[in-house]
């Protein structure tokens, strides 16, 4: 089945700094790529996603680059706030259903 | 606007009874997803449905039943629950397989 791994497992920054993280898969079939935000005592939201035909998408302060190539994806975060602290997963859709990493807890330290 | 519905929120099992985790959906998805969330874990997929009347399995479907008689619920069956299933339970909905998922909220359960 699809392999999906997702790093770091945890990530700390400062407020104001950036965080990076990054998802490589092993199917080639697969053409969509979202990220979720899962925050304490709810289900994933989806924050972002990018197609397999274009290789980065931003929104505000979230942006996420795919390089289908080498099978990687990444999750920007610019300028952290104390509220983007949650756990954030990535995904991918080898076929009909979609497979997730492990996922990364972000703290975002005021 | 109610998105992904979930029952119950919590719920505490004895060995061996059986339960059944409730979905709902308002909008018109036909796919359908119940995923399974071990602490500190990612979320592994359980069954899946694309439409009523049709459900597959996923990576993990061992002790589990589900059924899709109308496109709206999609019911997850735990039959003879075992404490490897003390688990959070998410359903998801979706209009296509290369779209977003909507997620309920989780049914976190205990098996004792």
């Known amino acids: 089945g699809e392999n999906v791994e997702q790093h770091p497992s945890t990530l700390s920054v400062q407020e104001g700094d950036s965080a990076v993280i990054k998802c490589t898969y092993s199917?080639?079939?697969?053409?969509?790529f979202p990220w979720y935000k899962q925050e304490l005592g709810k289900g994933p939201q989806l924050i972002i996603d990018?197609?397999?035909?274009?290789g980065e998408k931003k929104d505000q302060r979230i942006a996420v680059t795919l390089n289908k190539t080498a099978k990687h994806f990444s999750l920007h975060i610019t300028e952290t706030q104390p509220e983007d602290s949650a756990v954030y997963f990535c995904a991918v859709t080898p076929g009909n259903d979609m497979r997730f990493g492990a996922g990364t807890r972000l703290t975002v330290k005021p | 606007n109610a998105g992904v519905t979930q029952t119950p929120k919590f719920r505490i099992l004895k060995i061996g009874q059986s339960m059944t985790l409730q979905c709902t959906q308002d909008m018109n998805h036909n796919y359908m997803y119940w995923y399974r969330q071990d602490p500190g874990m990612g979320l592994k997929l359980i069954y899946y449905?694309?439409?009523?009347?049709?459900?597959d399995k996923g990576e993990v479907p061992n002790g589990y039943n589900v059924s899709r008689s109308t496109t709206e619920d999609f019911p997850l069956r735990l039959e003879l629950a075992a404490p490897s299933q003390t688990s959070v339970y998410f359903c998801?909905?979706?209009?296509?397989?290369?779209?977003?998922?909507?997620f309920g909220s989780g049914t976190r359960l205990t098996v004792v």
């Open positions: 998801a909905s979706s209009y296509s397989t290369g779209a977003g998922y909507t």
């Open positions: 199917d080639s079939a697969s053409n969509y």
């Open positions: 990018i197609r397999s035909n274009v």
């Open positions: 449905s694309v439409g009523a009347g049709i459900t």
